[in-house]
């Protein structure tokens, strides 16, 4: 169940898209909410690495890692490594994300672990822990057999996508979480602000969309593929 489309159309609005994510997750951060600290007396700079290294991190370099295979005209084992090295930076980027998060609640002395948003994002980060470690194991080194990789191909791609999938919808809610919070607190619903958050939220959703529209459709060229799967 292939698209009959060349995948570069798809990944080319993406990196449109990625880039806008990345720009406008940043001014928001940044210009809006005062910037990005580690240590800081004001603790929210804390909590602001959060959606900044959850959005480049998990959601748009996990989605450039799982683009390389239709976008690169690469040889297959060039791109299996870029695909493990790529996954290896976004699952750093969201546990010192995450770790950002409990570090602003616990200095802040806020529970951990109460929304629907923390406990999503939990099970994601230790499936994509998984993921990235059977993947490595299978499909690198030392390498299942034959059988075991061509069995196992499938559900890579398959559980891949559903948890890059809930990565974003994750992603969505943590940015409604915190518009919500920071409208409590007095934010004008209809201001600049309010606007960029909800849009940054929307291309979010977009850029997942084209990432996943990118394995669905054909590669851009075919280097002596051997894969034990053709595209959903
Ligand atoms: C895939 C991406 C994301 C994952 C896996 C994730 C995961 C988490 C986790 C595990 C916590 C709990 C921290 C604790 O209990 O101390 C948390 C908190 C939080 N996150 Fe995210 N997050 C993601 C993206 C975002 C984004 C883009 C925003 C946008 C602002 C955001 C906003 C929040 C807020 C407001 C909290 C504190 C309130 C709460 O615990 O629900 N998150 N996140
Ligand atoms: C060391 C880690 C990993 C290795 C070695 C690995 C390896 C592979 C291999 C060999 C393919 C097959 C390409 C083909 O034959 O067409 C693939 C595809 C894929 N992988 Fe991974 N993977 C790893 C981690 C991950 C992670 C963490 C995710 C997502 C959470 C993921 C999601 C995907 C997806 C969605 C595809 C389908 C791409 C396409 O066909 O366009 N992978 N991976």
Redesign the pocket.
């Known amino acids: 169940m292939a698209i009959g489309v060349n995948?570069l159309a798809f990944v080319a609005v993406a990196q449109v898209l990625a880039l806008a994510g990345v720009v406008m997750v940043l001014v928001w951060c940044i210009y809006f909410m005062g910037g990005l600290a580690w240590e800081a007396p004001k603790k929210s700079l804390i909590f602001n690495i959060h959606p900044v290294l959850m959005l480049i991190g998990l959601v748009i370099i996990?989605g450039e890692?799982?683009?390389t295979?239709?976008a690169l005209p690469l040889k297959?084992e060039v791109?299996?490594i870029i695909?493990?090295v790529l996954?290896?930076i976004?699952?750093v980027l969201g546990i010192i994300g995450i770790y950002a998060a409990f570090k602003f609640h616990n200095e802040e002395s806020i529970v951990n672990l109460y929304s629907l948003h923390s406990w999503l994002g939990m099970g994601i980060i230790v499936l994509?822990g998984i993921?990235?470690?059977y993947?490595?194991l299978?499909?690198?080194f030392p390498g299942g057999s034959s059988a075991v990789?061509s069995e196992s191909?499938p559900w890579?791609?398959i559980?891949?996508?559903i948890?890059?999938s809930l990565a974003v919808g994750n992603a969505v809610m943590g940015f409604l979480e915190k518009l919500v919070f920071l409208e409590t607190y007095g934010l004008a619903k209809f201001g600049a602000e309010a606007y960029l958050v909800n849009f940054t939220a929307v291309v979010t959703v977009l850029y997942g969309v084209f990432v996943v529209f990118?394995?669905l459709s054909q590669?851009v060229v075919v280097v002596e593929?051997e894969?034990?799967?053709t595209?959903l």
């Open positions: 995948a996990g890692a799982i683009m295979f239709k297959k791109k299996k695909h493990m996954h290896a976004a699952l994509y993921q990235w470690i993947g490595f299978i499909f690198l990789r191909l890579h791609v559980l891949g996508l948890l890059f990118s394995v590669p593929e894969s034990a799967y595209a």
